[in-house]
């Protein structure tokens, strides 16, 4: 076994207006892969929310006037100083998240690049000229910031939904004060520290805490926008407590996607991508490749040839370098999808292979696959977040793609099949905002990231996502 070493943990404090604030009371922030406690971090009070909010709101006023060369130059320099400091990154992501550091590290250069890209998008013109729809009269539409934004991230991608998220937010000429997950605050901090040496003081701030303090950033009343990346019930409740201050809000929220697995693709191939889709991150992927409905006619040997690989696939530490799939966040997590397994089973769906956890240290379930379960049933319809996969059986392609829109989530979808129309009429019928066809997971910086209905609005990612973080003005010229 070759472990790589225990990476020096950053000082777990706030950052507002460029300084590291100690803060009080005392969060225990766990290793998931030993269940050892390796830091403690505070609760952000009331007095340090506005704190923050004040440094972001005071340093609004210049960092809104700077030009967009300005701000794609801040941005490379961020870029820079990670790919600079990429291993220490993946092994802070591997140690907080639990994550393999092979996967961690494969996350770093699409990081950097993200922050490179919107660093481009700031100098594309983003006002607009109307033109004259009235004699003598002149419109123009005016792209700007909404000022003080504050950012909630998750668990699962800390490092990277912190970089989807400031990026386009400090393009638009933001300024932002974000609270990473309690469970794993050790990225963010450091990611922030490194920021803060670079962008001018204020411009962006951290406080750490649990749920209460994310509740007090929703409902400061100097905060114009709120993003936040979570499960439904959290958005609901976000989108309710904005509504008291007419905030806009930005909510990217849960999914259950659905792969429809047709009978003329390639089962050697769709079989070993699908189980690394679904195993991906423990399963704690909001787009992981967790309910596969496959046509009947192949249905018997896609099964059989699934379960063998995963099967094949044993839980490991995440700092190990030979390890494929690392723990679950926590062992509230842990018992959460055990207790999923466990209701699937009493409702009569058989679990071909998994449904319990190593006898070892740390927040661990092995690589579960359920089969026969109930199109209705919770394991279908509720986001399990960890690696459980369901294998449906379909009996005809419109079956498969009624199935697959039965769900409040509308995130991802994917398609497999060598039927160029075939997959060209089932993209046109799923009702989910990114589909995959032959493929699973890719995200892109130039491509939007979102989804319908219960997954929430707006969008990550691409030009969409400067125009979530803009307002826009139009301004008329009357001829004098």
């Not at 003329?264 to 070993?272: H, I, N, P």
């Not at 787009?287 to 409905?293: N, Q, S, W």
Request: aromatic share 6%; hydrophobic share 40%; proline share 5%.
């Amino acid at each position: 076994m070759s472990t790589v070493s225990t990476p020096t943990i950053p000082a777990l404090r706030h950052l507002i207006a460029g300084e590291s604030v100690a803060g009080s009371g005392e969060y225990a922030v766990v290793d998931p892969s030993t269940g050892a406690q390796i830091a403690v971090q505070p609760v952000a009070t009331s007095a340090e929310v506005d704190a923050a909010v004040a440094a972001a709101k005071g340093a609004f006023v210049s960092w809104r006037r700077t030009t967009a060369a300005e701000r794609s130059g801040y941005l490379l320099s961020l870029a820079d100083a990670i790919d600079a400091s990429a291993e220490e990154f993946s092994a802070l992501e591997s140690l907080d998240v639990g994550k393999p550091i092979s996967t961690a590290r494969a996350e770093l250069p699409g990081i950097s690049d993200t922050l490179r890209y919107y660093a481009g998008a700031a100098r594309v013109p983003h006002g607009t000229s109307s033109g004259s729809y009235a004699s003598g009269m002149h419109s123009r539409v005016e792209r700007e910031p909404v000022g003080v934004v504050g950012l909630i991230t998750p668990w699962n991608y800390p490092l990277l939904e912190a970089v989807w998220k400031i990026a386009p937010a400090l393009a638009a000429g933001n300024t932002l004060v974000l609270k990473p997950s309690e469970l794993t605050p050790l990225t963010t901090v450091r990611l922030f520290e490194l920021a803060s040496g670079i962008l001018p003081t204020g411009v962006v701030n951290v406080v750490l805490g649990d749920a209460s303090t994310g509740r007090e950033l929703v409902a400061h009343t100097e905060v114009s926008m709120i993003s936040i990346t979570g499960d439904v019930g959290t958005g609901k409740a976000v989108a309710a407590s904005a509504a008291q201050t007419l905030k806009r809000v930005h909510l990217e929220l849960g999914g259950k996607a659905p792969v429809l697995v047709l009978p003329d693709t390639d089962l050697s191939t769709t079989v070993e991508f699908l189980v690394s889709a679904g195993l991906v991150n423990s399963g704690q992927d909001c787009t992981a490749a967790c309910r596969v409905i496959v046509h009947d006619a192949i249905y018997d040997e896609f099964v059989d040839r699934y379960v063998a690989a995963a099967a094949a696939v044993v839980p490991g530490i995440g700092l190990d370098e030979a390890t494929t799939m690392g723990p679950l966040v926590s062992e509230r997590q842990r018992e959460r999808v055990l207790g999923f397994i466990d209701r699937a089973r009493s409702a009569g769906a058989q679990v071909a292979v998994g449904g319990d956890a190593p006898s070892q240290p740390g927040s661990f379930v092995n690589p579960t696959v359920i089969l026969g379960a109930e199109q209705g049933s919770e394991i279908i319809q509720s986001e399990v977040f960890g690696p459980v996969t369901t294998i449906q059986r379909g009996a005809s392609e419109a079956a498969m793609v009624e199935w697959a829109n039965d769900t409040r989530y509308g995130l991802s979808a994917g398609v497999w099949t060598d039927d160029l129309n075939a997959s060209q009429r089932v993209t046109r019928a799923l009702n989910f905002g990114t589909v995959w066809i032959n493929t699973h997971l890719w995200t892109f910086p130039e491509t939007p990231f979102g989804g319908f209905d219960g997954s929430g609005y707006g969008k990550e990612l691409s030009p969409m996502s400067i125009d979530d973080y803009s307002r826009f003005k139009h301004v008329l010229l009357q001829e004098r």
